[in-house]
């Protein structure tokens, strides 16, 4: 039996708004997909860190797009999704995300 494997690198990038810790990021054709992992028994809130954290990525989907590069966030709901007012800022913001278990 033969497995491949793609290992994933854990990167932090700076922004203007302090360093954006990454759970993994994967690098493809040029394009920097950076993923978020929520796990929560209930719909995530629009707390204050997951605001922030979405700030952030807004951030460096604009700096990474001035100096050439693409870089985008895949943020991934596994348990329950994020409150409405979470999903109006990620979808306002260009944030790509995806629930698995919709409660």
Do not use: C
């Not at 039996?1 to 994967?26: G, P």
């Not at 950076?34 to 809130?45: D, G, I, T, Y």
């Not at 952030?56 to 943020?75: F, H, S």
């Amino acid at each position: 039996m033969f497995f491949h494997f793609i290992l994933a690198k854990v990167l932090i990038y700076d922004t203007q708004y302090e360093e954006r810790h990454v759970d993994r990021v994967v690098e493809r054709n040029g394009i920097t997909y950076a993923h978020e992992s929520k796990n929560a028994r209930r719909p995530v809130p629009a707390g204050t860190h997951a605001l922030k954290e979405a700030l952030k990525d807004a951030d460096l989907i604009q700096t990474e797009a001035q100096a050439g590069r693409t870089y985008v966030p895949v943020w991934h709901f596994w348990d329950a999704g994020p409150v409405h007012q979470l999903a109006n800022v990620l979808k306002a913001f260009g944030i790509r995300y995806i629930v698995y278990n919709p409660k």
